[in-house]
């Protein structure tokens, strides 16, 4: 973690719920994936440099995560508008939903930093089927890094039995 970063959420906390619009205008609940592992990453804008490798990256590795047991759901999120995540979406052919937080509501639940109040942190979050989280990566720098330490935590919460 990043001195910059004012973190109100950590490993052992349990994830807050929240609704938000995906790319399709529809509403997502956090609380829909009850049950199921789920791997929450904030990013800072569609189409930046940063962001999109981040995406990529995700996108790369989506079916590794789909195929863990239990699958575990990648989940996007920024304050970029429906419309252009909806774009983004579509030009780089993610499967997973991306949804948008244009007041920062949801960043702010999980502790999110914006540096020098116009940068968003990249940060990501892996919750349990009981919305506790286990795994907390800030990605700031580190972009094409950062699946592969997630999914390294994963198998370390595998390997401990707490991943059911």
């Not at 910059?4 to 719920?17: S, V």
């Amino acid at each position: 973690m990043t001195g910059a970063r004012n973190m109100t959420i950590t490993a052992g906390d349990i994830a807050p719920d929240f609704t938000l619009l995906d790319s399709d205008s529809n509403e997502f609940n956090l609380s829909d994936l009850d049950g199921s592992w789920k791997v929450v990453f904030f990013y800072a804008k569609d189409g930046s440099p940063t962001c999109k490798r981040g995406c990529l990256s995700f996108k790369e590795q989506y079916e590794l995560f789909r195929s863990l047991t239990p699958p575990a759901e990648v989940i996007g999120i920024s304050q970029d508008s429906i419309s252009d995540h909806k774009e983004f979406k579509e030009e780089l052919g993610l499967p997973f939903p991306l949804l948008s937080d244009s007041d920062r509501t949801v960043a702010e639940l999980f502790g999110v930093a914006n540096y020098l109040g116009q940068f968003p942190a990249k940060s990501s979050f892996v919750i349990g089927p009981d919305r506790q989280i286990h795994y907390v990566y800030d990605w700031l720098f580190r972009p094409r890094n950062h699946v592969a330490k997630i999914l390294a935590a994963m198998s370390d919460v595998t390997e401990r039995g707490d991943f059911k």
